[in-house]
């Protein structure tokens, strides 16, 4: 994701609340694992853009899903925005 512009990556970002609601519903406990390592492991991409207003918007996703997710994914939010806060205070 090098390369695109500020806007297809914030529109991206529009679309993972969706997304996670999609796979909640649809999918076996499997491919919801799966899926969640997808969407965290673009999220914490995203997180670190070099534009500000990726990575404001990325932090309103983060904080977003962690309304709708599993228990179990939570700890994949936390882990997030634990590093998140690291990397400020450095």
Known sequence: MVKESSD??????????????????????????????EIFRMLDELLYDSKEVVKDKAIRILL?????VETDQKDNIMNLTLKLAHDEDS
């Open 8 to 37: 297809i990556k914030v529109a991206l970002l529009d679309q993972f609340i969706p997304l996670v609601q999609l796979v909640q519903e649809k999918c076996t406990q499997a491919e919801q694992v799966q899926a969640a390592k």
């Open 64 to 68: 977003d899903i962690r309304h709708i």
